[in-house]
């Protein structure tokens, strides 16, 4: 991108199709092995494409729990809104019907007052759900090293005693 910023004239960018995220690698790898072939070093993107990523279960259950309890602004739960619609446009029905059925699986063994502290999510619906230890080492790894600020750790405190206080509301 660097080159790029210094000297954009010599750079053309152009859609050559759309599809999926499975086809459109799948072009990119066949465009740039042909390419490279005939345009050598003068070819920008020399890198033969990745595979694309795919979210496992267990990296979705760490992200969630990583992510609970996070305040997010207006700008970016219309953002997350927004794309959430467009995936779910995508779907097919097959698709559509294999999430409803995992997410009413979830609520299947649950006795009625779990399903109510439950859905005021003052627990998670991860909660139980036991981590390999492989995603167990990763998360550690990521979270080394990092330096709160002083409002941050303060910040951290008053939402751990918010929390502590509604499930000591909730037990009266």
């Known amino acids: 991108m660097e080159q790029y910023r210094q000297r954009p004239e010599d750079f053309t960018r152009r859609i050559l199709a759309t599809g999926t995220q ?3 690698s ?13 345009l050598g070093e003068r070819y920008y993107n020399l890198a033969i494409s990745w595979p694309i990523f795919k ?3 267990d990296m979705r259950k760490a992200r969630s729990i990583l992510h ?6 207006d700008e970016t739960k219309q953002k997350m809104s927004e794309g959430t619609r467009k995936r779910i446009a995508n779907m097919t029905v097959e698709q559509k019907r294999k999430i409803s059925k995992a997410s009413r699986s979830r609520w299947t063994n649950l006795t009625d007052e779990q399903k109510k502290i439950r859905s005021r999510g003052l627990i ?3 909660k139980g759900t036991k981590l390999s230890e492989e995603i167990r080492k990763k998360m550690s790894i ?3 090293g990092i330096k709160f600020s002083e409002e ?4 951290m405190s008053e939402a751990s005693f918010k929390r502590e206080a509604k499930k000591r509301e909730m037990k009266l």
């Open 22 to 24: 499975e086809e459109m």
């Open 124 to 126: 998670p619906m991860t």
């Open 26 to 38: 799948e072009l990119e790898q066949r465009l740039l092995h042909t390419r490279k072939k005939h």
């Open 152 to 155: 941050h750790k303060r910040k």
């Open 55 to 57: 979210w496992t279960d």
């Open 142 to 144: 990521a979270r080394k």
């Open 68 to 73: 609970k309890g996070r305040i997010v602004s």
